[in-house]
């Protein structure tokens, strides 16, 4: 009976590699990366003046998906969505600046980190009030619920008035109908470049950074050892200081 038993540990356990290798095997047999992102999350992921889909993480999932090589295939949606949309297979990868959580890492498995970002407290240039974190408690602010931004935000006392991403937050904040949002340092940086006349300015900044990686559903090892190879040959190969460059003028991977 040991003798059975150890037969079917080793049929189970052949088949589980099996199953692994398939993930990747699968995507590079149909040739397309699938990829969720927000498509609103500038500069990550967002829609230029001509309508198309680009931004820091999109060329990013476009280099990954050429060291694999395959195609990438964006998948849309809205980011209290979007993470749950892996549980459902509606793509293989999310790549939208997901900061890398030990809560996340339950679920899910991330690939090495490629950004670093810091969170931001950021208010009209009139305020006068809020200087420090310290200071939201009671205050309306602008952010997404699910996100680690809305949670920090949340813990500093504040009363989260929900939107669908960085835009409608920022928008909310200049016409008056919230106090703050908490949100992306490097989200902020592009939108003080592309609208220099804005009245926003940050008024805090927070210590430590978070590191953001790619998103996997838990049980692709084959799959998350190919996309770690992946980002560290484009940044072996310049591509990625080059990418980093175009949106940040740095390098944003530590």
Do not use: C
């Amino acid at each position: 009976m040991k003798k059975l038993n150890a037969a079917f540990a080793l049929i189970f356990a052949a088949a589980g590699a099996v199953a692994h290798a398939d993930d990747l095997a699968d995507i590079r047999k149909a040739g397309v990366l699938k990829i969720g992102t927000e498509g609103t999350y500038a500069p990550f992921t967002y829609h230029d003046a001509a309508g198309g889909l680009t931004g820091f993480d999109v060329e990013i999932g476009q280099a990954i998906a050429a060291k694999l090589g395959v195609k990438p295939q964006f998948v849309e949606g809205k980011w209290d969505g979007l993470i749950a949309g892996l549980d459902v297979k509606r793509y293989d990868v999310v790549i939208n600046e997901v900061a890398i959580t030990d809560a996340r890492k339950v679920k899910y498995d991330f690939s090495v980190p490629y950004i670093v970002s810091k969170a931001v407290l950021i208010v009209r240039d009139d305020n006068r009030d809020i200087k420090r974190f310290e200071d939201l408690k009671g205050r309306k602010s602008a952010n997404t619920l699910t996100s680690n931004f809305g949670k920090l935000a949340q813990r500093y006392g504040a009363e989260i008035v929900p939107t669908q991403g960085f835009n409608e937050s920022v928008a909310l904040l200049e016409s008056g109908r919230v106090e703050t949002t908490i949100n992306d340092s490097l989200s902020f940086l592009d939108f003080k470049k592309k609208q220099p006349k804005s009245r926003l300015k940050v008024a805090a900044t927070e210590a430590n950074g978070d590191a953001s990686g790619v998103l996997l559903r838990k049980g692709n090892p084959e799959l998350k050892a190919a996309i770690d190879k992946a980002l560290a040959s484009i940044k072996a190969d310049g591509t990625y200081q080059k990418i980093s460059r175009k949106y940040f003028g740095a390098d944003v991977s530590r």
